[in-house]
């Protein structure tokens, strides 16, 4: 800025002094002019030009005194403009420095709000939050106050996103702020500290009471769903709570405690939860786990089980399910919520896939060598799906392994494909190209239209579990039931029913007319050689269905 102004400074004076030098040059040749004319009027009287004869013309010439003042009126003229002109360029660079300047500020204004703000909410983003943290404790120390810290996360909120898209998530977390600012008093802080996490730090407050008060008027602005483009959306919160003094001193400390607070939310029906030391116990394996689970697909601490799929048509198993499992050898045996999430957030869901189809394929071809016509069916998850290498790899694996294509099955949902309909729709095609099964899990719960659908190349439809463990007590679960069998057969598909856990569930499901059967009622997964075992005891697993 002041480079500038000495810039502009300097172009007022170079316009002066410019100026000043033109009028002087106006000045001499006014004086030429005169000169010129005295002397050609005192050779026209005279018939000569003396010095005499110069002083007559002028004296008896009344013309020529007209002329004498041409040069002061130049003089005159020059210096009046310059200082004009000078004094308007003044005034310009003064009234372009105001302009800069004011410009300047609110450039310098904008850029601490985007430092400090969250851009999409306008919240307060986690650095100001910081700040306003360490200033809040500070002040809380001298008067010896209390103050809260409430984490809040928006649960599935990852499955929305990837469902109805980007911009819907956005538009939810705007309405989620809209609703968590009426609750919020002046005093205290509400802020972005994640994708769909939120922090409220409640000024000198801690009273259990108050605490518990505003926890349930946050839950409360969650039981109204959320309209978004057209869709009704139910959403869910989990909170986590820490406070000072009582849970530490410092700022990282407190954060930290509310996280944990947070996790453990998540893990109850309550939905909240309030920091206490026993929280600190799983934090430590969480993150050793992270780094740990690399190391078990690489030494094959993981194993996969096989889960039958009874198809009641063939009254055989035509196929199993693989499962992930994890042999972990200091918490010993792990289940896929445990370490699935953890792998999709980390970026291990690639190789973690690659293994479990490369394990499932090998397994496989042993089966058919020896005679056993079993397929297996491997789950895809949304990350896995749209890598466009997927198929290529597969295409490796079937050049190595001595199977049919045609014993391999694929399991994607429906939210999977939502994200990226066409690359989705072109990976699975490239795969059912090479003779491979597609099949649709967890079919119900995601948001694909009919006419979607009619365009994949599946050969199956799962209908999801939640529908068939209830539909004996259900009706509108039974007429879901029944809907997916009646519209799978109608698109030319096999209907597989999982969560099959009794007797009488695998009967209905049986009159309703679904092909294959898969649950509890028949097997839990099992390890190659169980299953081995099972089969060989259990040849025909629907023998019993037809007695009754």
């Known amino acids: 800025m002041d480079k500038l102004r000495r810039s502009l400074r300097s172009n007022v004076k170079l316009m002066k002094s410019e100026i000043t030098r033109y009028a002087l040059f106006g000045t001499l040749i006014a004086f030429g002019a005169v000169i010129l004319a005295t002397a050609i009027n005192a050779h026209l009287q005279s018939g000569q030009i003396t010095f005499e004869t110069l002083i007559k013309a002028q004296q008896t010439n009344v013309t020529l005194w007209f002329m004498d003042a041409m040069p ?33 500020v609110k450039l310098e204004h904008k850029a ?61 977390l705007c309405q989620v702020v809209s609703r968590l600012q009426i609750i919020i008093r002046k005093s205290d802080t509400l802020a972005r500290v994640g994708g769909d996490e939120f922090a409220i730090l409640l000024d000198m407050s ?42 530490g001193s410092e700022a990282d400390a407190i954060m930290q405690r509310a996280s944990l607070a947070l996790v453990n939310a998540k893990q109850n029906t309550k939905r909240f939860a309030v920091y206490n030391k026993e929280m600190e116990k799983g934090s430590p394996r969480h993150i050793t786990m992270m780094g740990e689970l690399r190391h078990a697909i690489d030494t094959s601490e993981l194993m996969v089980y096989y889960q039958p799929k009874v198809n009641l048509g063939q009254a055989r198993v035509s196929s199993v ?87 391999i099955a694929l399991e994607v949902t429906e939210g999977s494909m939502i994200k990226d309909p066409d690359l989705a729709l072109k990976i699975l095609n490239r795969l059912a190209e090479l003779g491979i099964k597609i099949s649709i899990d967890d079919f119900g719960t995601g948001y694909s239209s009919l006419a979607y659908l009619k365009k994949l190349p599946a050969k199956e439809l799962k209908i999801d579990k939640s529908f068939v463990i209830d539909m004996l007590e259900s009706e509108s679960d039974a007429v879901i039931v029944k809907s997916i069998i009646d519209l799978g057969h109608n698109l030319s598909m096999k209907v597989v029913a999982e969560g099959v856990e009794n007797k009488e569930t695998a009967m209905k499901l049986k009159a309703l007319g679904c092909d294959i059967l898969q649950g509890f009622y028949f097997s839990k997964a099992l390890d190659h050689e169980a299953l081995i075992h099972w089969l060989g005891k259990n040849g025909d697993p629907t023998s019993h269905l037809y007695a009754l």
Request: net charge negative; aromatic share 8%; charged share 20%.
């Open 72 to 104: 002061f009126i130049f003089a005159f003229w020059g210096q009046y403009t310059s200082t004009i002109m000078a004094y308007e360029a003044s005034s310009m660079v003064m009234d372009q420095t105001a302009d800069l300047r004011n410009l300047n």
């Open 112 to 172: 601490v709000h985007d430092a400090t703000h969250d851009a999409l909410t306008g919240l307060p983003n986690r650095a100001l939050l910081y700040d306003r943290l360490n200033h809040a404790i500070q002040i809380a120390s001298r008067r010896k106050a209390g103050l809260v810290m409430m984490l809040l996360n928006l649960d599935e909120f990852k499955q929305i996103n990837e469902t109805l898209g980007h911009y819907s998530g956005d538009q939810l």
């Open 206 to 247: 801690t009273h259990r009471e108050m605490v518990l008060n505003i926890v349930k008027k946050l839950q409360k602005i969650f039981m109204e769903p959320f309209s978004i483009e057209g869709l009704n959306i139910e959403v869910m919160a989990s909170i986590g709570i820490a406070s000072f003094p009582d849970h």
């Open 321 to 407: 399910e693989a499962l992930v499992r994890w042999q972990h050898p200091e918490h010993g045996f792990l289940s896929p919520d445990e370490f699935i999430p953890m792998a999709e957030r980390t970026g291990l869901i690639r190789p973690l896939t690659i293994w479990v189809l490369n394990t499932a394929l090998k397994q496989g071809e042993q089966w058919y060598k020896k005679g056993l016509k079993i397929g297996v069916a491997v789950n895809l998850s949304p990350a896995a799906l749209l890598d466009t290498e997927l198929p290529n790899v597969i295409v490796g694996m079937l050049s190595l392994y001595e199977i049919p294509a045609r014993y």
